[in-house]
Structure formats: structure tokens, C-alpha cells
């Protein structure tokens, strides 16, 4: 594992751990080199779980978001991975499903595929991750392509964990509902919660039926929802 990020960690009722990158560099990355690096719960189980239909894919376990800048994510196979080269069409289909052309780009070439994401200033409503599935393969790079890039990971001490997003425009409000039994909401930016101020990298959990949020920074905001 190579793993060259400083992050501002912060645990929730010991069920769900927020870690945030801070000062990122140009170059900086997060390299799974192994399929037995993959991201356990508190103990010590596996999270990954397969694609229903493309068994050569696998569920995210590591549940990153992108909250500001851009990233570029590649995947490399080799012989006697799971996923291969016969399996790049069905990735692509599973990434067409949820891609935002807007700010993504994709290339692809023998034994790997990389994808690159930009934040953009484009808002949208609540929604999955686009990048719920990957390859079972033996490497995963994610690597920093902008100065202060922030990357949000949510931990799972137990799985069974759902993630949303949204993005939301400055000067604009958007509602957030409850989901589940524990529900937390990340804050990408600086926001106002039913006029209370919320400052930018926190996270609040949500103990009423539903709240407004609205953006009062400069920039997107990205909202992350995470529920059990």
C-alpha cells in the first residue's frame, strides 16, 4: 500500500469514521497494490461484495468522494485476476450508467483503465456515487491532479453503509431527508442549515425528518449523505 496523504480524521458514535485530505499536492496517491489491501470493517471482514449481473466487478469499498479539485483513478489487471481485459466492456457499461460527461473523462488500453474527475461548478440533486462499482483487480491508483484537492472517505466500523451525493450550487438551497437510522451529512463547503451556519468539512448527523441546506460559500458545494 503506498499512501502518501496527510488527513483530518474524526469518529461518529464509533460507527462511522470521516477522514478528509488536507493540503494535497500535485502527484500525491493512494495505491492499492494487492486484492488483500482491500478496506475490512472493525473486524476485520471484507466489505466488497460482487456486481449483481458482471461478476468480474466489485461493489466500492472504499467509498471515496471527491469534494474539491480533480483526481485521476486507474485500474491495472494481470493474468489471473479476476478482471480482464474480455471484462472492459462491462465496466464501461456500469460506468455509463452513472458517469457526469461533464467533468469525467475515460481511456482504457491492455491490462488497465483510468478514468480522471473534476469537481466543476455544475449542481445536481441527491444520487448514488457514480463510481459505486470497480474492477477485482490487484491495483487501484487514485492520484491528486490539483493543489488542495480534497478527497472524503467514510470508514465503516460495520458494513451495510449507504452513501448519496449532491451537489449544490452558491446561493442555493436544497433539501436533505432522513434516511435510515443513523444518518450523517458531510459539508463540503461553508452552508447554513435552517439559518444555523455550518462550517465547511463538517459533518452532522440528521435527527430530523428533513432540513434545508443552503450553500452560502463561493464555490460548489458538495453534499455527502451517509445512512444505515
Not at 496523504?5 to 494535497?24: L, P
Not at 495505491?31 to 466488497?48: C, H, I, M, Q, W
Not at 466487478?57 to 472504499?62: E, F, G, I, V
Amino acid at each position: 500500500m503506498i499512501f502518501n496523504m496527510d488527513f483530518t480524521v474524526e469518529n461518529f458514535e464509533n460507527k462511522i469514521q470521516i477522514s478528509v485530505s488536507r493540503a494535497t499536492k500535485v502527484g500525491q496517491m493512494i495505491v492499492r497494490e494487492s486484492r488483500e489491501e482491500r478496506t475490512k470493517d472493525g473486524a476485520g471482514n471484507f466489505l466488497f461484495s460482487p456486481h449483481p449481473t458482471y461478476p468480474s466487478l466489485l461493489r466500492a469499498d472504499n467509498n471515496y468522494f471527491l469534494i474539491e479539485g480533480s483526481i485521476r483513478l486507474r485500474h491495472d489487471w494481470k493474468e489471473g485476476d479476476n478482471f480482464s481485459d474480455a471484462n472492459k466492456d462491462d465496466y464501461r457499461a456500469v460506468l455509463d450508467e452513472h458517469l457526469e460527461y461533464h467533468n469525467s473523462t475515460y481511456s482504457d488500453g491492455p491490462g488497465w483503465c483510468e478514468g480522471t474527475t473534476t469537481l466543476g461548478d455544475t449542481p445536481c440533486d441527491w444520487k448514488q456515487s457514480p463510481l459505486m462499482y470497480e474492477p477485482d483487480c490487484y491495483q487501484t491508483t487514485l492520484e491528486i491532479l490539483e493543489t488542495n484537492t480534497r478527497i472524503l472517505c467514510p470508514m465503516q466500523h460495520e458494513g451495510g453503509w449507504s452513501f448519496e451525493k449532491a451537489d449544490v450550487a452558491p446561493g442555493t438551497t436544497i433539501t436533505a431527508t432522513k434516511e435510515g437510522t443513523d444518518c450523517f451529512i458531510f459539508f463540503g463547503q461553508a452552508c447554513n442549515v435552517n439559518g444555523t451556519a455550518v462550517s465547511k468539512n463538517a459533518t452532522k448527523k440528521l435527527t430530523s425528518d428533513s432540513i434545508n441546506i443552503e450553500n452560502v460559500s463561493t464555490k460548489l458545494c458538495r453534499l455527502v449523505k451517509i445512512y444505515k
